[in-house]
């Protein structure tokens, strides 16, 4: 396990290098030269000059690189071109919107999922199995945004039980109304997914000998399908997860601009249309770190699920 | 799976064979021909002008002479929808096409040498893979600016390790069987055996699984587009129909009910096509995500 764990360590660390990398060369492969875009057309070349030197632009490209990468593993990512506060507190202050948002989503994808998936594969070829499979497809076939606009046209503009602009904080109640649409339109979309990956892992576990064993020692059925095959049907399941889990993040930039929630997702618009090249940057970095963070957790929750991953 | 050299008829046949395993991917193929047909012969599907403005008839909602409404400049929604068709096929047929080919090479390339060369290839995959692909499309898009030829560069580039992936494995596998000894001893070339013998027997699941990437494509090229990074207004996607039509959500929902709707059926359909065929090629993945 320890060995697994240190492997995966250092993929990790090779991965969060790469992107680091690729940020650097993508931004500097944009056509003009960042400071006359920050400036504008009018500005001086003095000024100009100025900047450069303060964005480090005037170094070599091989110093340029060792500071950004320095800086940036230092917590260090640069101010906002915008707003002229660091990135990574204008990071930190809406990270815990867009992860609350995207556990929950996961939550309700995995309440969801997980039985009808266990539900269809042992109704292979029945109306359950039809149902969860079409049900899981047009899911998936869902852009999240046209998911979230139905849901907001139906929920808050038709009935008017969810406000329209959902930015409230303070109470209990005007969080659950602030992030119950959210939470349901990711959350039905990660169910399709788990869905479709929970039958597809069951059918195989089912047809295994120790299920056939279990049955003809005399256990219950309920008790093979959701201990027995459940169990291991699950690692697939996780590995899944952990891997939409970079798709959830994704839509959920969607769902945070349908509906006016903060965020990554608006923020990460806003750099778009400022042009703000720091802040764009500073959020390819947090995004990977996320994304790292959670793939190193699902194999240690891989680990726990199948300690056969230990020997290995 | 047809065999190295079977005939036309052969290839035909299993074909056939795959979509009537799963009737569902009979009904997809239909829908997507039949979105195909109607962005080929746009002008006589939809006989109003898509980029054409009118203030007298802003935010109107369905009549008899447009029948899906019109927008804010007055277009006939109608219209934008059947030419908006052409950007999101040309777009996601490109796109796929292009991280078909180099996933594919890539892949099989890193499972014909193997070794060090496999690995390193993989674990970039990896690592491509592991990046949400719409930030990362939407970040290059950003900083190339949104042109019709960068947004099919990031959108085939979000894509290429699943193509890496799937022809990497047959290719190993296959890498060991006899016909492959058997090309070896008659001296043939590296790439002679790599696209002449080994193509051929791992393009069935490459296709099927571009139709279900092309239905990702899709959704990207919309979301990107609704993100404000599609292609330049006032050319017509659907992506930007919505992105457009938001703006006026509270009073003229058809702005955004239409193109959502055709990008959903869009989408499902080639799902379904996609779905029923990886079933028909290899039972075992049956309904894999």
Known sequence: MTAFLIRRLGFAVITLFAVLTLVFVLVRIVPGDPAQVILGDQASREAIEALRERLGLNLPLYQQYVVFVWGALGGDWGTSMMTGRPVIQEVLNVLPWTLELTFLSLLIGVVIGVPLGVAAAVRRNRFTDYAARIGSLLGLSFPPFVSALLLLLAFSIGLHWFPVISAKSGSLSAWVESITLPAINLGLITAAYITRVTRSAMLEVLQEDYVRTARAKGVPWSVVVWRHALRNALIPVITIIGLYLGILIGNSVLTEIVFSRPGLGKLIVGALNQRDYTMLQGMMVIYTLVVVLVNLATDIAYGIADPRVKFK | ?289
Request: proline share 6%; with cysteine.
């Open chain 2, 1 to 289: 799976m047809s065999e190295v050299l079977s005939p036309a008829r052969a290839i035909w046949q299993s074909t056939l064979r795959a979509f009537n395993t799963n009737k569902t991917s009979w009904v997809g193929l239909v829908v997507f021909v039949i979105v195909v047909l109607a962005a080929v012969f746009a002008p006589w599907i939809a006989p109003l002008d898509p980029l054409d403005q009118n203030v007298m008839l802003r935010l109107k909602p369905p009549s008899e002479d447009n029948w899906l409404g019109t927008d804010y400049y007055g277009r006939d929604i109608y219209a934008r929808l059947v030419y908006g068709a052409r950007i999101s096929l040309i777009i996601g047929l490109a796109s796929t096409a292009l991280s078909m080919v180099i996933g594919s090479a890539i892949g099989m390339i890193a499972g014909w040498r193997g070794g060090r060369l496999d690995t390193l290839i993989m674990q970039v995959m990896d690592i491509l893979l592991a990046f949400p692909s719409l930030i990362l499309g939407l970040i290059i898009v950003a900083m190339l600016g949104p042109s019709m030829t960068n947004i099919i560069v990031a959108i085939a580039l979000t894509s290429i390790p699943p193509f890496a992936r799937i022809a990497r494995a047959p290719t190993i596998a296959m890498k060991e069987r006899e016909f492959v000894d058997a090309c070896r001893a008659l001296g043939f070339s590296d790439m002679r055996i790599l696209v002449g013998h080994i193509l051929p027997n791992i393009l069935p699941e490459i296709l099927v699984m571009g139709s279900l990437w092309l239905a990702n494509a899709i959704r990207t090229e919309a979301s990107l587009a609704f993100i404000g990074l599609g292609v330049k207004p006032p050319i017509p996607t659907w992506g930007g129909m919505i992105r457009e039509g938001f703006e006026n959500i509270l009073d003229s929902y058809w702005l955004v009910l239409a193109p959502g709707t055709a990008i959903l059926i869009v989408v499902f359909a080639l799902n379904l096509l996609g779905d029923g065929l990886r079933d028909a090629i290899d039972p075992k993945l049956k309904g894999e995500a």
